[in-house]
């Protein structure tokens, strides 16, 4: 049971974590923070949080847990403001898409050394609509949530982190930092930056914005990641930078290599391409 949790950033990820908890009677009070008070206010009349203030120093005050589910790069200013008016008990957590660098920032704000009561996170569940208006209280329903903790963090503070989480509906899992950000940069980042470049080839077509007019089922599905909040999205291409590239070079050295392919118009290579993807989603996603 959670005394009071701190949200900043109630929007998809913050909001649908605080009406999960809120349906499961979980969580006594949840507070919302962030620069928008119309923001805030639409998020307390939609029964999302109960409380918010623009005032981080205020927020934090009493809290059990912190969440930082905002873009990446507003983590470090909002954890230099926060750090010194944090209780002793108080558990910090994040839902940042990249690791390493929400741990560096974590590492900078408390002087240094990563405290016992950090414990970085990543609830892998969203949709393209990011505003408070899309949460749900069943977002993590069978969905993962990969925490990443250090050989500072408390054992005690990942179990209550994990715990939140389960209620949730989510499976908690754990990862070493560099691992989670080379398997998310292939499974989540790069799938995100193609459908971002996709939508902008096709807007540069010679055919102008007709060549929308012929889309159906393959654009939607595709392109349905283009949708997503571009702020986020451009912190997370920054931030796991290193890992991001790595799998678009061997992304580019596939496509140049299926190119060839049906420049040469070798059939059955191109056949047992397609049939090898074939086989591998189906045996992933069910449908």
């Given at each position: 049971?959670?005394?009071?949790?701190?949200i900043?950033?109630?929007g998809l990820?913050?909001g649908s974590?605080?009406?999960?908890?809120?349906?499961?009677?979980?969580?006594?009070?949840?507070?919302?923070?962030s620069?928008?008070?119309?923001?805030?206010?639409?998020?307390?009349?939609?029964?999302?949080i109960d409380?918010y203030?623009?005032?981080?120093v205020a927020?934090?005050?009493?809290?059990?847990?912190?969440?930082?589910?905002v873009?990446?790069?507003a983590?470090?200013?909002?954890?230099?403001?926060?750090?010194?008016?944090?209780g002793?008990?108080?558990?910090?957590?994040d839902?940042?898409?990249?690791?390493?660098?929400?741990?560096?920032?974590?590492?900078?704000a408390?002087?240094?050394?990563?405290p016992p009561?950090?414990?970085?996170?990543?609830?892998i569940?969203?949709?393209?609509?990011?505003?408070?208006?899309?949460?749900?209280?069943?977002?993590?329903?069978d969905?993962?949530?990969?925490?990443?903790?250090?050989?500072?963090?408390s054992?005690e503070?990942?179990?209550?982190i994990?715990?939140m989480?389960?209620?949730t509906?989510a499976?908690?899992?754990?990862?070493?930092?560099?691992?989670?950000d080379?398997?998310?940069?292939?499974?989540?980042?790069?799938?995100?930056?193609?459908?971002?470049s996709?939508?902008?080839?096709?807007s540069k077509?010679?055919?102008?914005?007709?060549v929308?007019?012929?889309?159906?089922?393959?654009f939607?599905?595709?392109?349905?990641?283009?949708?997503?909040?571009?702020v986020?999205?451009?912190?997370?291409?920054?931030?796991?930078?290193?890992?991001?590239?790595?799998?678009?070079?061997?992304f580019q050295?596939?496509?140049?290599?299926?190119?060839?392919?049906?420049?040469?118009?070798?059939?059955?290579?191109?056949?047992?391409?397609?049939?090898?993807?074939?086989?591998?989603?189906?045996?992933?996603?069910?449908?």
């Amino acid at each position: 049971m959670i005394k009071k949790l701190t949200i900043f950033g109630v929007g998809l990820i913050g909001g649908s974590l605080a009406l999960s908890l809120k349906k499961a009677s979980y969580c006594e009070q949840i507070v919302g923070c962030s620069r928008s008070e119309a923001h805030l206010q639409r998020a307390v009349e939609l029964g999302v949080i109960d409380d918010y203030t623009l005032d981080p120093v205020a927020a934090v005050e009493g809290a059990d847990i912190v969440l930082l589910a905002v873009p990446i790069r507003a983590i470090p200013p909002i954890l230099k403001t926060i750090v010194p008016h944090l209780g002793a008990n108080t558990i910090v957590t994040d839902a940042g898409s990249a690791k390493g660098s929400v741990l560096a920032a974590a590492k900078e704000a408390y002087d240094g050394v990563l405290p016992p009561n950090f414990v970085a996170g990543h609830p892998i569940a969203g949709r393209e609509k990011s505003s408070v208006e899309a949460a749900i209280d069943d977002l993590y329903v069978d969905h993962k949530v990969i925490l990443t903790p250090t050989s500072e963090t408390s054992s005690e503070a990942v179990l209550k982190i994990k715990e939140m989480w389960q209620i949730t509906g989510a499976t908690v899992e754990t990862l070493a930092v560099k691992q989670h950000d080379d398997v998310l940069a292939a499974t989540s980042h790069l799938p995100h930056v193609l459908a971002y470049s996709f939508v902008n080839t096709l807007s540069k077509s010679e055919y102008g914005d007709a060549v929308f007019d012929y889309t159906a089922g393959g654009f939607a599905s595709f392109s349905r990641t283009a949708s997503s909040d571009p702020v986020m999205w451009r912190d997370i291409c920054l931030d796991n930078k290193t890992a991001i590239l790595s799998v678009l070079d061997n992304f580019q050295k596939d496509l140049t290599e299926l190119r060839n392919t049906i420049q040469n118009e070798d059939a059955d290579e191109i056949e047992q391409l397609f049939a090898k993807a074939k086989a591998t989603r189906d045996s992933i996603i069910k449908s």
